[in-house]
């Protein structure tokens, strides 16, 4: 199983970032798709999540309204478009995949590696 995550960067407070996480390796329409992201010094924490098959979307509070998770089932792609970033949004953002909803990383079993997201105030 392989999650490779992109679209990573540099941007100025209240810009737009679209990250993608490309999965292969098995047929992920049966577990949820899940976005974390991680600053220094901090902990893993959650960020969004979708139901590969249902299309049910979950959020943070810190994030919703700004960011959106979407999937694309041909590609085998999900994506986090990302807007109105704000400084404290810079983190390490990194995909993963899970048998069930949850917002927490130790309930997901496959993970990519992470993309950094940088946002300048």
């Known amino acids: 199983v392989q999650l490779q995550a992109s679209g990573g960067g540099l941007v100025q407070a209240g810009g737009s970032l679209r990250l993608s996480c490309a999965a292969s390796?098995?047929?992920?329409?049966?577990?949820?798709m899940g976005w974390f992201r991680q600053a220094p010094g901090k902990e893993r924490e959650f960020v969004a999540a979708?139901?590969?098959?249902?299309?049910?979307?979950y959020y943070a509070d810190s994030v919703k309204g700004r960011f959106t998770i979407s999937r694309d089932n041909a590609k085998n792609t999900v994506y986090l478009q990302m807007n109105s970033l704000k400084p404290e949004d810079t983190a390490v953002f990194c995909c993963?995949?899970?048998?069930?909803?949850?917002?927490?990383?130790?309930?997901?079993?496959?993970w990519g590696q992470g993309t950094q997201v940088t946002v300048s105030s």
């Open positions: 993963a995949a899970g048998l069930h909803y949850s917002r927490s990383p130790y309930e997901y079993n496959d």
């Open positions: 390796g098995r047929t992920f329409s049966s577990y949820v």
């Open positions: 979708i139901n590969w098959s249902e299309g049910s979307t």
